[in-house]
């Protein structure tokens, strides 16, 4: 790398635009888009690759220049009918000022040019990590599976959440962030002790999750069967009664490996009802308390309380704002506020999930080149972006 880079000529942008393409904004109905989906994994092929190629193949056929009529009408002839309702079937029609959701998605689409193909990034190279790490497991009883599940469920979080600030659903977007912040800090509870203390706290996990299920049984009528999970292929097994589900489950902790954590956790319940996972064995005994042994009690003060606030109907912020002329102006749903900040700290915590997991399980790897090439540029383009907030006085 040189050590200094002349930028007085560049263009601020996500990416740069390859030779006899333009990217444009344009305006699909969902089930038209769907069915090229589907048809473009099908065929191996980008879902933009397979609509490029079908208006190709039309240019080819006709003379007359193609406006957006004519657009709309090719693609749906390519795919002709498809089973998802259309914005016509839907009777109701929704208040513009209140919500406007073409208006919200035309507002953010630059935004969203910018902060989709972030977390997209990290969520396909986690997936990568997600299955190298897996044969470097130790294959002992209930150790290296609560990793992996933390691990999935940050990976499977994330995801979602660029699905919503895709579509500028932003507010809704923060539970997740909320459930990926505690996640990603009971994967660094378990990740960072002694090798005997990553076996103690990972089967601590699994334990308070299988007596949380075992709970869940009682609550079902004791007969009652209960359905199971078979992946495809496999031969389906007879039915259990939620009794019977709830005994295999209790058998489980039967297990040599699992015993003393059992007993710990039955001694905690003895004083604290439906004890933390990571409080057993003197642990911590609440999650800020856990935030603050791995060094994060500022993500929990100044994060994890407000998203919890949020989350639970107690949070005014994101609904209104103070007009100009002293009244309330309510900011209309799928505002773009706070897209880049969420965006941003849903990179975070994906990336520092990888590197725990990567650290753990495949020591050495290096990823500083991949993030410096492939998201460092994209997350400094994204927190440059500027983003103005219309409201409606009501």
């Avoid at 130790?138 to 959440?161: C, F, K, N, Q």
């Avoid at 459930?179 to 103690?200: A, H, K, M, V, Y």
């Avoid at 949070?315 to 773009?336: E, H, I, Q, W």
């Avoid at 500083?368 to 997350?379: A, F, G, I, N, S």
């Amino acid at each position: 790398m040189k050590k200094e880079y002349d930028f007085s000529r560049g263009r601020r942008g996500a990416v740069i635009r390859p030779k006899g393409k333009t990217r444009i904004t344009i305006y699909l109905d969902d089930d038209v888009l769907e069915r090229f989906r589907k048809r473009a994994d099908a065929a191996g092929l980008g879902y933009q690759t397979l609509i490029n190629q079908t208006l190709r193949d039309h240019l080819g056929e006709v003379e007359p220049p193609v406006n957006e009529e004519t657009l709309r009408r090719v693609l749906r002839d390519e795919l002709q009918s498809s089973g998802r309702p259309r914005n016509s079937d839907v009777t109701t029609r929704p208040l513009s000022r209140v919500l406007d959701r073409d208006r919200a998605n035309a507002s953010v689409a630059d935004l969203v040019a910018l902060a989709s193909p972030l977390l997209q990034e990290v969520v396909n190279h986690a997936t990568h990590a997600f299955i190298r790490c897996q044969p470097n497991a130790t294959g002992e009883m209930g150790v290296d599976l609560p990793v992996l599940i933390l691990y999935r469920h940050i990976i499977e979080l994330t995801d979602a959440i660029e699905v919503l600030l895709a579509n500028s659903c932003v507010p809704p977007a923060i539970p997740l962030l909320r459930s990926s912040l505690e996640s990603s800090l009971g994967l660094q509870f378990i990740l960072s002790g002694s090798p005997d203390e990553f076996r103690r706290r990972a089967r601590s996990w699994l334990c308070v999750y299988t007596h949380k299920r075992m709970q869940l049984y009682d609550l079902v009528e004791p007969d009652r069967v209960v359905p199971r999970k078979k992946r495809k292929g496999e031969v389906l097994v007879e039915p259990v009664t939620a009794r019977e589900a709830k005994e295999n489950l209790a058998k489980s902790l039967d297990d040599p490996d699992l015993a003393p954590i059992e007993q710990e956790y039955e001694r905690v319940s003895q004083r604290r009802k439906d004890p933390a996972w990571y409080s057993l064995f003197d642990g911590p005994s609440t999650l800020r308390d856990l935030a603050k042994q791995l060094g994060r009690e500022d993500h929990y003060t100044h994060l994890y309380k407000h998203w919890s606030t949020y989350s639970h109907g107690g949070d005014a912020s994101a609904g209104f704002t103070a007009s100009s002329s002293g009244g309330v102006a309510f900011n209309p749903l799928r505002s773009p506020e706070n897209l880049i900040s969420l965006a941003d700290l849903a990179v975070h915590l994906q990336l520092d999930a990888t590197n725990l997991l990567i650290q753990k399980y495949r020591p050495g790897e290096n990823l500083r080149t991949w993030y410096l090439e492939e998201v460092q540029p994209k997350q400094e383009t994204l927190r440059s972006f500027r983003v103005e907030i219309e409201t409606e006085e009501w």
